[in-house]
């Protein structure tokens, strides 16, 4: 089979396309749509630099193959709003950049899913996703400070 037919929805669009049978789901918003945020850091599932959201879950995009998402949701970094980097920034969280759209969605689906915190603390949740640069606190610095603004709002 030299490719298939997928339709799912990216970050609320609707998208029909063409791939072939091995496409990584982390290559298809790339080189496909031009959605360049997600990053590839390891390819093996390991660093977290490549997360996105399937179906509401937040998911290593090198590991699943396009065909897989038929006809279900996937959200990018892009679809965050642009004041979700604002804690990261503001807490020394960023450097290198190179984990960074994979942490805002491990991020995000925290603040979304802030009754995970009943039985997991913050860096914990993080751990799926490695950094070279900020030794971590800085990130669970700014997770911790964007639900606490959450909280507030």
């Known amino acids: 089979m ?3 037919s997928v339709s799912f929805t990216l970050n609320g669009e609707p998208q029909g396309l063409t791939v072939p049978p091995a496409e990584r789901l982390l290559g298809t918003p790339r080189y496909r749509v031009g959605l360049t945020g997600t990053k590839e850091g390891c390819g093996e599932g390991e660093c977290g630099a490549c997360t996105v959201h399937l179906d509401g879950l937040p998911v290593n995009s ?14 990018t970094v892009e679809s965050r709003k642009p004041d979700t980097l604002e804690p990261f920034l503001a807490g020394g969280a960023t450097q290198c950049g190179a984990c ?49 603004r959450n909280r507030r709002a």
Request: glycine share 8%; aromatic share 4%; with cysteine.
């Open 62 to 75: 090198c590991l699943v193959l396009t065909a897989q998402v038929r006809g279900q949701s996937v959200e």
């Open 2 to 4: 030299d490719s298939v």
């Open 100 to 148: 960074t759209p994979g942490v805002v969605m491990a991020a995000s689906w925290i603040l979304e899913h802030p009754e995970l915190l009943r039985t997991h603390n913050t860096r914990e949740l993080m751990a799926g996703n490695l950094c070279r640069c900020t030794g971590y606190d800085g990130i669970v610095d700014s997770v911790t400070a964007a639900l606490t």
